[in-house]
């Protein structure tokens, strides 16, 4: 198709400066569709024009998808990106786009179907050859549940086929605990994605969270970036990313790479996309986790680590532009790290904490990034997540890396609300961060038991 003279951005926050700027980048214009409370939005005062959608309530607005075309469409957009969150991993989002003359800047339809249901990505995955963790298929009651955990052995895990996130999940380390889990697990399920469905896992207890950046192109080229840590999480929200991770090394990375692209490749992957595994501490295996068909909040890192702009990769893709790079050209220089920066308050269960930015200097310096929509006086509204910037900055190796975050978070100064700062200072003063003793329950175990 002809390059798109103006894009959608159908999203808000970070993500929508993000997807702003790599228009500006690229010579596009572009429009950014904002709520009643993002109208004086750092997106909106950056993008090309800026489209009011609805009220507040992302229900009224930024979750409306015959809303975000109608807008799309009546501002002359011939693309749209939908970021990541809201309606980026909807199948019926992305036809919807299609059926209007817009190109939706992800992977097709079909993609989106195969892999956002857990239990057919699982069986594609098999399917590429790519090892998953030993489990099950749909549940369909609570005894099958109990001969599958006799099978697999506690402790396991009950999954949503159509969650993500942590919501939907529930370990289990008892028979007696199987019935409640399921309520619990399949009640959040449905009130979060509209769908109940649960499958089981074994529960790796000392696990972690590893994923490869895919990139495919519509003249049938795939290749791989490279892997990120993803361990340090709180309920199944990751709070500091890494790239590389310190736990791979230059033949685990291309295994898992080569495994990534095959699963990409057998269900015809255009875009952006990242392969997940849970890597066992333990056994030193890999197992296929999920696949997310969108670009991740913690792209930075690698982008840090291998120079490319995964952003203006999506947009070129979704020309038609083949991939400016190939797989032999993929460097990984140095060592990236992203902190999450939330509006919360970690002395207090990570509650929100909205409000005005009174004060609001981010660090600045060489290999020092801030993603983010936020500026002195800034009212951060109480309607959605809670991420205010993504803090990023690169090493030449990985102790060069955290000592730079270390200074930068130093330096970061926020005042007028509450914000997880302080909490990434602690995390990464600890002995265990700094040696890359990492897994997925390490900050509950550390910090929060």
């Given amino acids: ?30 429009v950014v569709a904002v709520s009643a409370a993002d109208r004086d939005s750092l997106a909106a005062r950056l993008a090309t024009r800026a489209v009011c959608i609805g009220p507040a309530r992302a229900a009224d607005s930024y979750l409306r998808p015959e809303i975000l075309v109608t807008a799309a469409r009546g501002t002359g957009c011939q693309a749209l990106h939908p970021g990541y969150g809201f309606l980026s991993e909807r199948a019926a989002f992305a036809r919807m786009c299609a059926e209007a003359g817009l190109a939706f800047i992800g992977p097709s339809p079909e993609a989106i179907e195969s892999m956002g249901d857990k ?20 549940l369909a009651s609570a005894e099958d549940a109990r001969r599958a955990a006799r099978d697999i052995g506690y402790p396991v895990l009950l999954k949503a086929s159509a969650g993500g996130g942590g919501r939907g999940m529930r370990i289990v380390r008892a028979e007696a605990q199987i019935e409640a889990a399921m309520q619990a697990a399949s009640a959040e399920a449905l009130t979060a ?4 469905t649960l499958y089981m896992e074994k529960f790796i207890e000392r696990a972690r969270h590893l994923e490869i950046q895919v990139l495919g192109d519509s003249h049938g080229n795939i290749v791989h970036l490279g892997e990120r840590e993803c361990s340090t999480q709180r309920r199944h929200q990751k709070l500091i990313e890494e790239a590389p991770s310190p736990a791979v090394d230059e033949a685990l990375r291309d295994e898992l790479g080569e495994a990534a692209v095959k699963l990409a490749r057998l269900v015809g992957y255009q875009g952006a996309g990242t392969v997940e595994f849970v890597f066992d501490e333990d056994t030193r295996r890999y197992h296929f986790l999920e696949m997310n068909t969108r670009i991740q909040v913690e792209h930075p890192v690698t982008e840090m680590v291998t120079g490319y702009d995964l952003v203006a990769e999506q947009i070129r893709i979704v020309s038609g532009a083949p991939l400016s790079f190939s797989q032999h050209e993929v460097r990984i220089e140095g060592h990236a790290i992203e902190c999450r920066i939330n509006a919360e308050d970690a002395e207090r269960g990570f509650a929100p904490s909205p409000g005005r930015l009174e004060a609001w200097q981010p660090p600045e310096g060489e290999h020092v990034r801030l993603d983010t929509h936020c500026y002195p006086g800034y009212v951060v509204p109480p309607f959605y997540d809670s991420l205010l910037a993504k803090l990023i900055v690169r090493g030449a190796d990985r102790a060069t890396a955290v000592v730079r975050m270390q200074e930068a978070l130093d330096r970061f100064v926020v005042a007028g609300i509450r914000t997880t700062i302080p909490f990434h200072r602690r995390v990464l003063a600890h002995a265990d961060f700094h040696g890359g003793r990492v897994t997925t329950r390490w900050v509950e175990e550390q910090f929060l038991a």
């Fill in 119 to 138: 239990i057919t990505a699982v069986r594609l995955a098999a399917r590429a050859g790519v090892p998953r963790v030993p489990g099950t298929e749909r």
């Fill in 193 to 196: 994605f509209g769908d109940g």
């Fill in 1 to 30: 198709m002809i390059p798109p003279r103006r894009i959608f951005v159908a999203n808000r926050g970070e993500i929508a400066v993000r997807v702003v700027r790599a228009c500006e980048k690229l010579g596009i214009e572009s």
